[in-house]
């Protein structure tokens, strides 16, 4: 069983910042990527960041300039930090990660519960 958890979502006004966290625990043996997801109200669930075990980071053209994801593999966590909030960046933020958990050994993709991140005008 491997579980996910978000934090640091919350208000936050036009132009502010925001570091979401996600800590991925269980019986996990390793975590290949990792990433961030967002939806919001009323649209599909869009690709934000990923990150690779070695580091290697693929952004959403959206996030581009804006969104910095980084990670830490000894605490088995990874970051999303976001700057230049805007009202459209309102949305529910969820963290992935692919993982082999065990032993025995199992792959599976894994989900958080997810964080509101609320941008106000």
């Known amino acids: 069983q491997v579980q996910l958890v978000e934090s640091g979502g919350g208000l936050v006004q036009t132009g502010g910042s925001l570091r979401l966290s996600c800590a991925a625990s269980?019986?996990?043996?390793?975590?290949?990527?990792m990433g961030w997801y967002r939806q919001a109200p009323g649209k599909q669930r869009d690709l934000v960041a990923t990150?690779?075990?070695?580091?290697?980071?693929h952004y959403a053209d959206s996030a581009k300039g804006r969104c910095t994801i980084s990670r830490d593999n000894a605490k088995n966590t990874t970051y999303l930090q976001i700057d230049s909030l805007k009202p459209e960046d309102t949305a529910v933020y969820s963290c992935?990660?692919?993982?082999?958990?065990?032993?025995?050994?199992?792959?599976?993709?894994?989900w958080g519960q997810g964080t509101l991140v609320r941008v106000s005008s």
């Open positions: 269980g019986s996990i043996f390793s975590i290949s990527t």
């Open positions: 990150i690779t075990s070695v580091g290697s980071t």
């Open positions: 992935y990660a692919a993982v082999v958990s065990g032993p025995p050994f199992r792959y599976l993709e894994a």
